[in-house]
């Protein structure tokens, strides 16, 4: 049986229809061309396959379309910003945290909602935030710099806009 599930993807209002056993991953890559939502083990294991919903970090690849009925959904192609890269993405690059790429998304859009809680975070707070993502090229010392960077940077920058008030 389809439905038609409305969401919010990137910033635009999307109408889907979907067999209700649809999992969000496959109508992202498929039905929408959101390639960036890597099919990593599929089984919620990897990572590769994360996303925000409503600003919090899910495996694409075990939540059902369904279940996205009027939420937000961002996936990394949603980042970037009028030819520029969002902080956490620029953090990422300049840290040297992006060997091969795959697990890359995932971890970027998880750090992106560490970042949103605008606190600032420990080695450990960070570690327990981006758990669940496995990376094999890298070793995560420059993910864990690149993510403590991106806070730093969002911290500094909430401050610089308090001080303006």
């Given at each position: 049986m389809y439905t038609v599930v409305d969401m919010i993807v990137?910033?635009?209002?999307?109408?889907v229809p979907v067999d209700s056993r649809e999992l969000l991953l496959d109508t992202l890559r498929d039905r929408l061309g959101?390639?960036?939502?890597?099919?990593?083990?599929?089984v919620g294991e990897c990572g590769a396959c994360t996303v925000l919903i409503d600003g919090e970090p899910f495996d694409s690849c075990i939540y059902l379309t369904?279940?996205?009925?009027?939420?937000?959904?961002l996936t990394v192609e949603?980042?970037?910003?009028?030819?520029?890269?969002?902080?956490?993405?620029?953090a990422f690059v300049e840290e040297a945290a992006v060997q091969c790429?795959?697990?890359?998304?995932?971890?970027?859009?998880?750090?992106?909602?560490?970042?949103?809680?605008n606190r600032p975070m420990t080695r450990d707070e960070i570690r327990?935030?981006?758990?669940?993502?496995l990376c094999r090229c890298t070793?995560?010392?420059?993910?864990?710099n690149a993510v403590a960077k991106a806070i730093d940077h969002n911290l500094s920058k909430e401050a610089t806009h308090e001080n303006a008030r």
């Open positions: 990137n910033g635009e209002a999307v109408s959101l390639t960036g939502v890597k099919r990593g083990c599929e369904i279940w996205a009925r009027g939420k937000e959904v949603g980042l970037a910003k009028d030819g520029c890269l969002h902080p956490v993405q620029q790429g795959f697990c890359t998304p995932g971890l970027i859009l998880s750090a992106v909602s560490l970042v949103g809680k327990v935030g981006i758990a669940g993502h070793g995560y010392e420059h993910i864990l």
